[in-house]
């Protein structure tokens, strides 16, 4: 079973940028759509960015122009440019497929904070 392992996360004002990253325990090559999803506390994870096997990005409105996410099939890695980060991104972030919906276990996540 593939293992997903998020990092990136951390403390950073509103405005400021991070980069996550999930790492692959083996290939994603075969996966057509990779996705980020976020969960805050008591509400259901939602999904904000995917993209598929060929590079088509599909995103959330609430992040559009702001995120952009890309994959890197030969290290198994997805990632996840977050640019002017406002408070309301505040969240844990988890990877998983998208198409086929949800493979994977789910990861531990990583914890991203944005202060005003």
């Known amino acids: 079973q593939v293992q997903l392992v998020e990092s990136g996360g951390g403390l950073v004002q509103a405005g400021g940028s991070l980069r996550l990253s999930c790492a692959a325990s083996?290939?994603?090559?075969?996966?057509?759509?990779m996705g980020w999803y976020r969960q805050a506390p008591g509400k259901q994870r939602e999904l904000v960015a995917a993209i598929s096997r060929t590079g088509t990005t599909n995103y959330a409105d609430s992040v559009k122009g702001r995120f952009t996410i890309y994959r890197d099939n030969a290290k198994n890695t997805v990632y996840l440019q977050m640019n002017s980060l406002k408070p309301e991104d505040t969240d844990v972030y988890y990877c998983?497929?998208?198409?086929?919906?949800?493979?994977?276990?789910w990861g531990q996540g990583t914890q991203v904070t944005v202060s005003s």
């Open positions: 083996g290939s994603i090559f075969s996966i057509n759509v």
């Open positions: 998983n497929t998208v198409i086929p919906p949800q493979v994977y276990a």
